[in-house]
C-alpha cells in the first residue's frame, strides 16, 4: 500500500481525552507506553479510521514517548491505517485456509467489481479493499473482517450482496 502524506484534522475532544486517561490508568505511571495499542485504536476510530503523521506525533506527546515508538507500531500492524480509507474496508485473509478455499479470487472478482486495485479506495470514499494476514477463522473460509466483525463462507453472490447492503447503509462496523 503505498503512502502519501495527507493532512488531517486533529481532534481529541474532551470525551477521547478521558478514555484516553481511562487506559492509561490501567498500566503503572512509569510504563504509559504499555497503552499505546489501546490508545491507538480510540484515537484513529475517532479520526475517521485513520492516523496522519500529525496523529501519531500527538498520541507519541500524550503517551510522552518518541514519535518513532509510535510511527514502528502502526507501521508494522495492519489494524491501523496510514491513510484515509473507504467507509467499509474489506479486510481479506490471504493465508493458507482461505486463499485454498479462493479468498484471493474473490478479492479480485470484489476489486474488479468496485473498479479499484487491493490497497485503493473507490472514487466515492466507499469502499476500500486490502488483503491481510491470518484473521483466525480458518474453518470458515474464504473470509473478511468488515469494521468489528466477520464475513464468512464467502462467494461472489455474497460479495455482491454485502455491497449492496453497504451502498444502502444496511452494515453495521461497531
Known amino acids: 500500500m503505498k503512502i502519501s502524506h495527507v493532512k488531517q484534522d486533529i481532534n481529541i475532544t474532551p470525551e477521547l481525552q478521558a478514555r484516553i486517561d481511562e487506559l492509561i490508568s490501567h498500566y503503572p505511571a512509569d510504563k504509559r507506553k504499555s497503552a499505546l495499542l489501546p490508545v491507538l485504536h480510540e484515537v484513529q476510530d475517532a479520526h475517521d479510521n485513520w492516523l496522519s503523521i500529525e496523529l501519531q506525533d500527538k498520541v507519541a506527546e500524550i503517551l510522552n514517548i ?13 489494524m491501523y491505517n496510514q491513510q484515509p480509507i473507504g467507509k467499509y474496508m474489506f479486510e481479506f485473509c ?10 484471493e479470487n474473490l478479492m479480485d472478482y470484489t476489486c474488479n467489481k468496485l473498479g479499484i486495485k487491493e490497497g485503493e479506495t473507490t472514487p466515492d470514499g466507499m469502499f476500500t479493499v486490502v488483503g491481510v494476514e491470518c484473521l483466525g477463522a480458518c474453518g470458515y473460509a474464504p473470509m473478511l473482517q468488515l469494521g468489528d466483525y466477520y464475513r464468512e463462507n464467502l462467494t ?19
Open 156 to 174: 461472489e453472490e455474497k460479495m455482491d450482496a454485502l455491497i449492496e447492503e453497504c451502498k444502502n447503509g444496511q452494515v453495521k462496523l461497531h
Open 66 to 78: 518518541k514519535p518513532i515508538e509510535v510511527y514502528e507500531v502502526v507501521s508494522f500492524y495492519t
Open 94 to 103: 490471504r493465508t493458507s485456509c482461505c486463499a485454498i478455499r479462493g479468498a
